[in-house]
């Protein structure tokens, strides 16, 4: 009877256990990664701050996108190390985003409703949940495919999802040329309507217009320089 009663007992902690345990998430990523180790996991950790923007921010341009396949858009954008996420419904709504710092280049995925952050000058695959928790951590590995990844996958401009495109690019006219981020991202369905979800044209406008205005003025210097010495030295080889 004694038996009977402990095996009982042991049966119902076990079930108690089991029932209060919480799922582990597994990243699923087009990456091959690795564990990171306990030393790097720290540091990064350490250094990585992520805040959740319950309202939407400054607009900046767009430096990568992702779409999920509930039709949710993540716009990653950024102004020097200022990294922001931006969540829109496929309406176009704003949902949420997320801000962190990092130096570098980036990408962003959707996992359901989990958000896979992609540093390239550390090759750390980063999960954040819906309140901006760190769920996992994983190194990227350095091999062909996973380059591959980056260039027709991460970065790619355009996404098909559930029958419509989903298209990153420039509405700047000539000045296209001399941008390196994105001013609008168009959703196009499949009767060839467009939406323009995210639109930072104007913004993007007056960015490249400084850009080139201080490169002109720079070009002018040093072309006024070697022109300054050029009639120094005929002069001196004059006299």
């Known amino acids: 009877m004694k038996i009977i009663r402990c095996f009982t007992v042991v049966i119902f902690l076990l079930v108690l256990l089991l029932s209060q345990s919480v799922a582990v ?15 790097d996991e720290k540091t990064f950790l350490k250094n ?35 990294k922001k996420v931006y969540i829109y419904s496929s309406e176009g ?12 280049s980036y990408g962003v995925e959707f996992e359901d409703d989990i958000l896979l952050v992609y540093f390239v000058r550390s090759d750390i695959a980063m999960a954040l949940d819906p309140v901006g928790n760190i769920v996992e951590l994983a190194e990227i590995e350095n091999t062909i495919e996973n380059n591959s990844y980056w260039n027709n996958t991460v970065n790619a401009k355009k996404r098909i999802v559930a029958d419509k495109e989903y298209k990153v690019k420039n509405n700047l006219g000539i000045l296209n040329i ?25 913004l993007k406008l007056r960015q490249v217009i400084g850009n080139c205005s201080i490169f002109v003025v720079i070009s002018c210097c040093v072309l006024c320089g070697i022109v300054w010495q050029f009639k120094k030295n005929i002069k001196n080889d004059a006299n």
Do not use: H, P
Not at 71 to 81: E, F, K, L, R, T
Not at 93 to 104: A, L, N, Q
């Open 178 to 202: 001399f941008a390196s981020s994105y001013s609008q991202l168009v959703v196009t369905d499949q009767t060839g309507a467009e939406k323009v979800i995210y639109d930072v044209s104007a």
């Open 48 to 82: 990585m701050s992520v805040s959740v923007l319950e309202e939407e921010q400054q607009e900046w341009a767009i430096d990568c996108f992702d779409v999920a396949e509930n039709g949710d858009i993540a716009i990653g954008c950024s102004n020097i190390n200022d």
């Open 93 to 104: 709504e704003y949902k949420r985003g997320y801000s962190f710092d990092c130096m570098g």
């Open 25 to 39: 998430f597994a990243m699923n990523t087009g990456f091959s990664t690795v564990d990171l180790s306990k030393e």
